[in-house]
């Protein structure tokens, strides 16, 4: 690639300091991160979700070091920036949340997110004063780097079975003093609502499109007060749906009519690098 990782964290602060809002979109591997990168998306991140799917693992039993081999073969297919979904850091120590943005600008990463979520479900999330040391751990790892590096974190008590839209916005003011540059809170349920954490905050806020009913619109989001709008893992999901429909009517009419739907391959490859 011709674009240095500088250069790549200058394109992506600047995406988060220009007006309205933008889309970052979730690729899975080399191939996907092309075709977007070729539709004219302007960054790209990865998935957690999408990412363990590819490894035939489900979300969250994906390692550290599976994560970041995912996320540099992103990185190496464009010249976009790139960010990564670093879950809660793969560990549940501050250092274990620093080490994990050490290691992410290694693979060229210019963003990645750090959640409060812990992975055990007799305990979903840490507790406020926790989850805020590892974002604090995190930020001070990330302005340790040599390269400018967009540290995001993530309020996931709507996701992880507390949907309390006012500790959630505690959290994510808390995470905001720490020095996180954006925000992040996963599953809010209406507009409202987010347009209520927006004005609640100074930094730039991430919203997740995904969850079928409480994905809305672009300019809706952007009216909202949303800086920088995700996909998750929901073009994976569009793939895959893709591939069990083709697949199931294979197997069980033996038709193929699908592809009569799919794109010719001289198009497809018309993304791809000789």
Request: net charge positive; hydrophobic share 45%; glycine share 10%.
């Given at each position: 690639?011709?674009?240095?990782?500088?250069?790549?964290?200058?394109?992506?602060?600047?995406?988060?300091?220009?007006?309205?809002?933008?889309?970052?979109?979730?690729?899975?591997?080399?191939?996907?991160?092309?075709v977007?990168?070729?539709?004219?998306f302007?960054?790209?991140?990865?998935?957690?979700?999408?990412?363990?799917?590819?490894l035939?693992?489900?979300?969250?039993?994906?390692?550290?070091?599976?994560?970041?081999?995912?996320?540099?073969?992103?990185?190496?297919?464009?010249?976009?920036?790139?960010?990564?979904?670093?879950?809660?850091?793969?560990?549940?120590?501050?250092?274990?949340?620093?080490?994990?943005?050490?290691?992410?600008?290694?693979?060229?990463?210019?963003?990645?997110?750090?959640?409060?979520?812990t992975?055990?479900?007799?305990q979903?999330?840490?507790?406020?004063?926790?989850?805020?040391?590892?974002?604090?751990?995190?930020?001070?790892?990330?302005?340790?780097?040599?390269?400018?590096?967009?540290?995001?974190?993530?309020?996931e008590?709507?996701?992880?079975?507390?949907?309390?839209?006012?500790?959630?916005?505690?959290?994510?003011?808390a995470?905001?003093?720490?020095?996180?540059?954006?925000?992040?809170?996963?599953?809010?349920?209406?507009?409202?609502?987010v347009?209520?954490?927006?004005?609640?905050?100074?930094?730039?806020?991430?919203?997740?499109?995904?969850?079928?009913?409480?994905?809305?619109?672009?300019?809706?989001?952007?009216?909202?007060?949303?800086?920088?709008?995700?996909?998750?893992?929901?073009?994976?999901?569009?793939?895959?749906?893709?591939?069990?429909?083709?697949?199931?009517?294979?197997?069980?009419?033996?038709?193929?009519?699908?592809?009569?739907?799919?794109?010719?391959?001289?198009?497809?490859?018309?993304?791809?690098?000789?």
């Amino acid at each position: 690639m011709s674009v240095s990782q500088a250069e790549k964290a200058r394109k992506f602060r600047a995406l988060h300091d220009a007006p309205g809002a933008f889309v970052i979109a979730n690729p899975w591997d080399a191939g996907s991160a092309r075709v977007l990168a070729g539709l004219g998306f302007q960054a790209l991140a990865s998935s957690s979700g999408a990412k363990a799917g590819v490894l035939g693992k489900r979300d969250g039993k994906v390692t550290r070091e599976e994560a970041l081999a995912n996320a540099r073969m992103i990185v190496n297919a464009t010249d976009l920036p790139v960010a990564a979904d670093l879950e809660k850091g793969f560990g549940d120590t501050p250092n274990d949340a620093a080490e994990t943005i050490r290691q992410a600008v290694g693979v060229g990463l210019v963003g990645g997110s750090i959640e409060d979520a812990t992975g055990n479900p007799d305990q979903p999330l840490f507790d406020i004063d926790t989850a805020t040391v590892r974002i604090k751990a995190a930020v001070e790892a990330a302005r340790s780097l040599p390269v400018p590096f967009i540290l995001t974190a993530r309020a996931e008590g709507f996701l992880r079975g507390k949907p309390d839209l006012g500790d959630v916005i505690k959290r994510l003011q808390a995470f905001e003093a720490a020095g996180a540059d954006v925000l992040f809170a996963p599953g809010l349920p209406d507009l409202a609502s987010v347009k209520k954490v927006c004005g609640a905050l100074r930094k730039p806020f991430n919203f997740m499109v995904g969850i079928r009913g409480k994905s809305f619109s672009k300019a809706e989001l952007e009216a909202a007060g949303v800086k920088r709008i995700s996909l998750a893992t929901s073009l994976y999901r569009a793939a895959m749906t893709g591939l069990i429909e083709a697949a199931t009517e294979v197997k069980d009419k033996g038709t193929f009519s699908y592809l009569d739907r799919t794109v010719p391959t001289p198009d497809l490859n018309a993304f791809m690098k000789d």
